[in-house]
């Protein structure tokens, strides 16, 4: 199976910061990657799909790049709301696997 | 609007069965696969497997494979997940999500409908 590493497991940062969040895969994924946000006690909401297109409505601070087996996810200015849990998710080969999540806490 | 909405939580012992579901809304059912991800306690995201409505073609993870039975019964828009013996592992939160495809190739996929989770807690 593909194995997507995340790093940092977790990051704590102020609001306005850049922050970027880093997905490696094991082995190549093509665009077939996806990022999803979670607030606790809730599913998780679709952010961006082939490594870069962002989902509807989601705020254009967001915003993705990478290819082939490095990828990232990046919070231009990191706003309060932006506390929960970040996943990346490759749809290139079954089974589909998810990055073990970044915690992103805003101080 | 997009609905998926799953059923209420459970409790159940070691040994015993359950079968859980997630009914689709706002959208024609047959025309998305469904996928179920695991969610242990205080942990990260599993992928489980899909089905498709029309044919039920599944994909299973190995990791859950012979583990649950993913099934779906299109006639009122609802997929399931069950189990014939549950164990204490078993325990997490179960989210189903709506599969789309944004191309016409074999890989351009996201999740971009999920239900609201099912707790399941197998204890004795």
């Known amino acids: 199976a593909i194995q997507l590493t995340q790093s940092p497991s977790s990051l704590s940062a102020s609001v306005g910061d850049r922050v970027t969040i880093t997905c490696r895969a094991s082995?190549?994924?093509?665009?077939?990657l996806a990022w999803y946000q979670q607030r606790p006690g809730k599913p998780p909401g679709l952010l961006m799909y082939d490594v870069s297109t962002l989902e509807g409505g989601v705020p254009s601070r967001f915003s993705g790049s990478g290819s082939g087996t490095d990828f990232t996810l990046t919070i231009s200015s990191l706003q309060p709301e932006d506390s929960a849990t970040y996943y990346c998710q490759q749809f290139n080969k079954y089974p589909w696997t998810f990055g073990q999540g970044t915690k992103v806490e805003v101080k | 609007e997009v609905q998926l909405v799953q059923s209420g939580a459970e409790v159940k012992k070691p040994g015993e069965s359950l079968k859980i579901s997630c009914k689709g809304s706002g959208y024609t059912f047959v025309d998305h696969w469904i996928g179920w991800v695991r969610q242990m306690p205080g942990k990260g995201l599993e992928w489980m497997g899909i089905i498709y409505p029309v044919d039920f073609d599944t994909r299973y993870s190995p990791s859950f494979e012979g583990q649950v039975i993913i099934s779906v019964d299109k006639s009122v828009n609802t997929a399931y997940l069950q189990w014939t013996t549950l164990k204490a592992s078993d325990t997490a939160v179960y989210y189903c999500a709506r599969l789309t495809s944004y191309c016409t190739g074999g890989t351009c996929y996201y999740f971009d409908y999920w239900g609201q989770g099912t707790l399941v807690t197998v204890s004795s």
């Open positions: 082995q190549g994924v093509g665009r077939a």
